[in-house]
């Protein structure tokens, strides 16, 4: 019987593994039939139509797709658990990739309003709070079309993403006022060119920064922070990613964040049969932070494959390697930020904005589907030089 090979997560790591691993029989299972564009979701939250991608036609034909959410990990009996309509179910397997990525860090607690207001029902926060996860976007798009001029739409996290967020909606949107909420300072991790641009675009969308403020809780169509109340008639939190319990649940080893630990060959440390992509792994040992990010997801899920490839075919596992060139930072549809940086994520003076830098990040976010497509046909095309 071949090598059961079974991938959890049909993201960007889950779906390039599975096109690339030749050695095995490969089943990838994923809660959705849909492949989600992460890296787009601040464009359809904005309004713009974006088309599907069915996993099950983007996978090669000897890979096996399921649909179904997967409840549990049986690692003594190498069995994946998993629910869909018509039950519960198991999956064998002699190997397992676990990439199933990340979600929206968790929202604060509900609190009494800042006025006296009764704590927030769930059906009360979930008509005005929402996340960039794929149905919660779909309703914020809903919601965003249907807000009068002057209201008010607040976007908490000053990352990548809460800052993509605000340009796209602030862009789409004129008529509303939106203003981002961030702990720290804004744009910190750019270089001093990068601020510059930054703050200069978001004064040209009329953008307000709420800098240095941190979110105590949610109250009622209201943020509670240190220096008072900020009303809003529509919130976006972006505030960090977080993991699945699912591993530590199982008792795979992971990190404080729920990370599976893998060594450099990206092989859990604690179960030698489990490898874990993407989002949901921590690299020990490696020299370089890996950020959540699609950028490592695709690189990581093909490494998992090539060394599954050569291990079931009688060679050596290789360490991962990789290195940083850029980051990109979409600014509406007309405008951009890409920061150039040193291989270790640390932003260099150099980068590119205005037209140049929408068509390079769009080229980028275009690449990342096009890759999945191409390694169906050949399978190793896509290689990033460390």
Not at 83 to 108: C, M, Q, V, W
Request: a neutral charge.
């Amino acid at each position: 019987m071949s090598h059961q090979v079974v991938i959890i997560g049909g993201g960007y790591a889950g779906i390039l593994a599975a096109q690339r691993l030749h050695a095995a029989q490969v089943t990838l299972i994923n809660n959705r039939s849909t492949f989600t564009e992460r890296i787009r979701l601040h464009q359809i939250a904005a309004g713009e139509r974006r088309p599907e991608h069915a996993i099950p036609a983007l996978l090669r034909k000897d890979v096996t797709f399921v649909q179904g959410h997967v409840s549990a990990l049986d690692l003594d009996g190498q069995q994946v658990i998993y629910r869909d309509d018509a039950g519960e179910h198991t999956l064998p397997y002699d190997s397992l990739i676990y990439a199933l990525g990340s979600k929206t860090g968790n929202l604060p607690q509900q609190t009494v309003g800042a006025h006296g207001r009764a704590p927030l029902r769930s059906t009360e926060k979930s008509d005005a709070v929402f996340t960039l996860d794929p149905a919660s976007t779909e309703r914020l798009a809903v919601r965003l079309r249907e807000l009068p001029a002057g209201a008010h739409v607040a976007v908490v996290g000053g990352g990548l993403t809460g800052i993509e967020s605000a340009s796209e909606i602030a862009e789409s949107y004129p008529h509303l006022h939106v203003s981002l909420v961030t702990r720290g300072a804004f744009g910190e991790r750019l270089s001093r060119k990068g601020r510059a641009h930054l703050y200069a675009t978001f004064q040209r969308l009329n953008v307000q920064i709420c800098d240095h403020l941190d979110v105590q809780s949610i109250g009622d169509r209201e943020l509670i922070t240190e220096r008072g109340a900020i009303p809003f008639d529509a919130c976006v939190w972006t505030a960090g990613f977080t993991v699945p319990t699912l591993a530590r649940d199982a008792g795979l080893a992971v990190n404080d964040c729920g990370q599976i630990i893998v060594d450099r060959t990206l092989r859990s440390v604690s179960h030698p049969n489990v490898y874990a992509a993407g989002d949901a792994a921590w690299v020990a040992e490696m020299p370089i932070p890996i950020r959540m990010a699609c950028a490592t997801a695709l690189p990581m899920g093909g490494h998992v494959a090539d060394n599954l490839n050569t291990l079931l075919t009688g060679g050596p596992a290789k360490p991962f390697e990789f290195r940083y060139y850029w980051q990109c930072i979409s600014l509406g549809r007309h405008d951009a930020l890409v920061q150039m940086v040193s291989g270790d994520d640390t932003p260099r003076e150099r980068i590119l904005t205005g037209k140049g830098g929408a068509v390079f990040k769009e080229m980028i976010c275009r690449l990342t589907i096009n890759v999945l497509r191409l390694e169906r046909h050949v399978p190793g095309l896509y290689r990033v030089p460390a």
